[in-house]
């Protein structure tokens, strides 16, 4: 990150809410369920699917929990009235899995078998590296009695192979992503390049082994290679699709949806942007000039 962008994103940090949402519109759909159908309606009408996430992370109380299960549900029974193409992705933490795993699985019990009823499916999403060995003891011990979940799995991890090389995480459905969180060292790639190398390296082993890829990047590098091994392998379109986040590169998501490819949007919404929005700056330090014009041309 350039000193002047950095400077501007430590500045953002600090601003107050009202002012950080003016960012924050740009890769948010909005604070209520109504914004999330929106958004998802106009990106289907372009042949776009998509999956919707009631914003929330590490919950601290069981009531909170079972509320943001409550809204997940309500998600569900939307896509299935507006017969929405989209699925469900939601945060472990969420559902209370720094509070009680077992009480978090069921949670994510309940959303799932909601899902099915309507012929739906459920992403887990993960979180920092201190909740990843626990998001995959969660899933596999979800994926043995339900076959409407999924995992995310982040390539910045330097370890991550090991894990989805286990016998019971053969046939998963996984979204392969970089990975956003700062992490030390010790246990993640650091190095821009070499986190692309291993991602590439995932998605060669994933597509070997049979599994259903989400293949979640901006990077245009990484899209490239991977179109590049779809064509040599011969992939079927069903084993695969390509997956950005609201707000991002829109016309590069536009490019991979004239190309003939499968392209999901993650469409995030809710009253809890906050933290979300922050790790989109960080992650994206390019748009610090965008948010001072932003801010600058609002007032």
Same mark, same amino acid.
């Given at each position: 990150?350039?000193?002047?962008?950095?400077?501007?994103?430590?500045?953002?940090?600090?601003?107050?809410?009202?002012?950080?949402?003016?960012?924050?519109?740009?890769?948010?759909?909005?604070?209520?369920?109504?914004?999330?159908?929106?958004?998802?309606?106009?990106?289907?009408?372009?042949?776009?699917?998509?999956?919707?996430?009631?914003?929330?992370?590490?919950?601290?109380?069981?009531?909170?929990?079972?509320?943001?299960?409550?809204?997940?549900?309500?998600?569900?029974?939307?896509?299935?009235?507006?017969?929405? $193409?989209?699925?469900?992705?939601?945060?472990?933490?969420?559902?209370?899995?720094?509070?009680?795993?077992?009480?978090?699985?069921?949670?994510?019990?309940?959303?799932?078998?909601?899902?099915?009823?309507?012929? $739906?499916?459920?992403?887990?999403?993960?979180?920092?590296?201190?909740?990843?060995?626990?998001?995959?003891?969660?899933?596999?011990?979800?994926?043995?009695?339900?076959?409407?979940?999924?995992?995310?799995?982040?390539?910045?991890?330097?370890?991550?192979?090991?894990?989805?090389?286990?016998?019971?995480?053969?046939?998963? $459905?996984?979204?392969?992503?970089?990975?956003?969180?700062?992490?030390?060292?010790?246990?993640?790639?650091?190095?821009?390049?070499?986190?692309?190398?291993?991602?590439?390296?995932?998605?060669?082993?994933?597509?070997?082994?049979?599994?259903?890829?989400?293949?979640?990047?901006?990077?245009?590098?990484?899209?490239?290679?991977?179109?590049?091994?779809?064509?040599?392998?011969?992939?079927?379109?069903?084993?695969?699709?390509?997956?950005?986040?609201?707000?991002?590169?829109?016309?590069?998501?536009?490019?991979?949806?004239?190309?003939?490819?499968?392209?999901?949007?993650?469409?995030?919404?809710?009253?809890?942007?906050?933290?979300?929005?922050?790790?989109?700056?960080?992650?994206?330090?390019?748009?610090?000039?965008?948010?001072?014009?932003?801010?600058?041309?609002?007032?």
């Amino acid at each position: 990150m350039n000193p002047i962008n950095k400077a501007i994103v430590s500045v953002v940090k600090n601003l107050p809410q009202s002012i950080v949402f003016i960012f924050a519109k740009k890769y948010i759909a909005g604070e209520t369920l109504e914004d999330g159908i929106r958004v998802v309606r106009e990106l289907n009408s372009k042949g776009i699917l998509a999956t919707m996430d009631v914003l929330g992370e590490a919950v601290t109380n069981k009531e909170e929990s079972i509320q943001a299960k409550n809204e997940c549900l309500k998600v569900l029974d939307a896509i299935n009235e507006f017969k929405l $193409n989209s699925n469900l992705s939601v945060k472990p933490t969420q559902m209370g899995l720094n509070i009680d795993k077992e009480f978090c699985y069921h949670q994510f019990s309940e959303i799932i078998e909601h899902a099915s009823k309507y012929n $739906n499916f459920v992403r887990i999403d993960m979180e920092d590296s201190s909740t990843t060995y626990a998001t995959f003891e969660l899933y596999r011990k979800l994926k043995s009695k339900y076959d409407n979940v999924g995992v995310v799995i982040q390539a910045y991890l330097k370890r991550i192979i090991n894990e989805i090389s286990r016998n019971d995480m053969k046939d998963t $459905n996984y979204r392969l992503c970089k990975g956003i969180y700062i992490e030390p060292e010790e246990i993640a790639y650091q190095d821009r390049q070499e986190v692309r190398e291993n991602f590439i390296r995932i998605l060669n082993y994933l597509f070997d082994n049979g599994n259903y890829v989400g293949i979640a990047t901006h990077d245009d590098y990484l899209i490239e290679n991977a179109y590049k091994m779809i064509k040599e392998k011969n992939i079927s379109k069903d084993k695969f699709e390509f997956q950005m986040l609201y707000g991002v590169k829109e016309k590069l998501r536009d490019k991979i949806n004239a190309d003939g490819y499968k392209i999901r949007v993650y469409v995030p919404f809710g009253k809890h942007w906050y933290n979300y929005s922050i790790r989109r700056l960080q992650e994206n330090p390019q748009v610090a000039w965008y948010i001072t014009k932003s801010i600058f041309s609002h007032n």
